[in-house]
């Protein structure tokens, strides 16, 4: 039975395309409270409004009826969360849950807690995304079949984390639990330094276009336009996910780095048999992720 963890009205600050879609699939999936939404830009709360994704939109929080909700959830850049939790502290009810949906957690997690003690923040984030952004972008049922990483605290409430995994399963996510660092740790590895490198490629190729006077940008396949896709993501967002995981973001570029050191040494080189090794090793592995 979908009771999403019996929390009666949810307010979702941030409408973009993981908020919007977050609102919509409640409803689609038959959540019987009420959903309400907070953005500072006003169409986007026009725009919710016009898809039935929320019951009531506000851009004051001291207009927000908090007194009917239990469940918060920041679906806004990371580096928003810190000022976010200082504007609604004073108008939280003494037992409602925030949480939110940031692919950053670590010190976040603890800084966000301890801002809005006594109040319970669970950290929460939904493998799941399009390069897009916008409430007009958003999706049905992103969340189903996707994974999902909370990241609780070592204190944490056990009734609330049983109610948030319950919560994200009648939305049919894929529950995993993980320490907030090991998590920064993991997610730098597999999508920000992606996202990094995409963003790298491309402005090589802006720069490789300045320097030939030929614009190259006439000329990608496919394949360039499949790697490089997560580019169009948007700059704010992945400004405030490179800062706030700054060291880990670091420390996997200068790996990525290390490795393309690595194949240019050995093309310098003409080391057919390095080459062969580096890239069939990285091809086996690629093909590795097709069967899990």
Known sequence: MKDFGN???VLIIGLGLIGGSLALSLKNEGFKGKIYGFDLNKERIKKA????AIDEGFDKFEDINWQDIDLVILATPVKTFENIAKQIKPFLNKDTIISDVGSVKGELVLKISKILQPNIFLGVHPIAGTEKEGIENAVIGLFKGARLIITPSENINQDILK?????WKDLGSKVEIMEPYLHDFVFASVSHLPHAVAFALVD???????ETGIDLFKYPGGGFKDFTRIAASSPTVWKDIFLENKKDVLHTIDEFIKSM????????????????????ESREKRLSLEKS
């Open 7 to 9: 929390f009666k009205n």
């Open 204 to 210: 090589a190729l802006i720069n490789l276009s300045k």
């Open 261 to 280: 050191n690595k194949l240019k040494e050995a093309i310098e080189k003409e080391d057919e048999d390095k080459i062969l090794n580096i890239l069939s």
């Open 49 to 52: 409004s016009e898809l039935n």
């Open 163 to 167: 109610r948030i995994e319950k919560f």
